[in-house]
């Protein structure tokens, strides 16, 4: 079955510092992924998305993720972590079922910044 | 702003009563997704409308019910409320074509159940 795993429930890291979440992915094929962000109060918005082509893709606020099919992940990198990037962060993968897209979304990792 | 637009945004009522949830969609976009967030169940997928039909359906409860108007605006109907209900929901929208992957959400609607 499909599914998306993200197995990291909470992360600390200090401002400045380099930042990676993991996500990896249940599925036969390709999938179209996605990396989203929720702030505090807050709906997801889209960080970054891969469809096909290049394997490392760049998303808004310096984020980047690198699509790896040998490891089926898609992990999630930032070089230097700023404190206004605390926050949820959610991997998903769209698959089309039945002529249908479907949406799963990872259980998400907390972000947490320190000083 | 995202320009998908949820009211109300808080909402508290009594277990057995029944709630209705709105959404308008990002202006263009057909079609509407309804998600539940809660602490110990995570972003549950419930249903999706394109154009005013059903296309896909998730973990919906048989006491929850949504349709989508044809203006596109789209409503989750909350009834015989429990506790477990307590939660966040959300709403996305996507748009046609290539844009069809991509999700945009509102701010959510957090449901207290007392």
């Known amino acids: 079955a499909q599914s998306v795993t993200q197995p990291d429930i909470h992360i600390t890291v200090s401002e400045g510092a380099s930042l990676e979440l993991r996500c990896n992915y249940s599925?036969?094929?390709?999938?179209?992924l996605f990396w989203y962000v929720q702030s505090p109060g807050q709906g997801l918005q889209l960080l970054l998305k891969y469809f096909s082509g290049d394997t490392l893709v760049q998303g808004i606020k310096g984020f980047e993720a690198e699509f790896k099919r040998s490891q089926s992940s898609f992990n999630l990198r930032k070089p230097s972590v700023h404190w206004s990037d605390a926050a949820e962060y959610f991997c998903?993968?769209?698959?089309?079922?039945?002529?249908?897209?479907?949406?799963?979304f990872g259980t998400g990792t907390k972000l947490q910044v320190i000083p | 702003d995202s320009g998908v637009t949820q009211t109300p945004k808080h909402l508290i009522t009594a277990t057995g009563q029944r709630v209705t949830l709105r959404c308008s969609p990002r202006s263009g976009d057909l079609s509407v997704y309804w998600y539940q967030q809660s602490l110990d169940q995570g972003l549950q997928f419930l249903i999706q409308?394109?154009?005013?039909?059903?296309?896909a359906k998730g973990n919906i409860l048989e006491r929850f019910s949504a349709q989508q108007f044809p203006d596109l605006h789209s409503e989750l109907n909350l009834s015989s409320l429990e506790l477990g209900d307590s939660a966040l929901y959300f709403c996305?929208?996507?748009?046609?074509?290539?844009?069809?992957?991509?999700?945009?959400f509102g701010a959510g609607s957090r449901l207290t159940v007392l």
């Open positions: 996305a929208s996507s748009a046609r074509g290539e844009g069809a992957n991509v999700l945009t």
């Open positions: 599925y036969g094929a390709t999938p179209y």
């Open positions: 409308y394109y154009n005013g039909e059903e296309r």
């Open positions: 998903a993968v769209v698959l089309y079922s039945g002529g249908y897209q479907k949406v799963t």
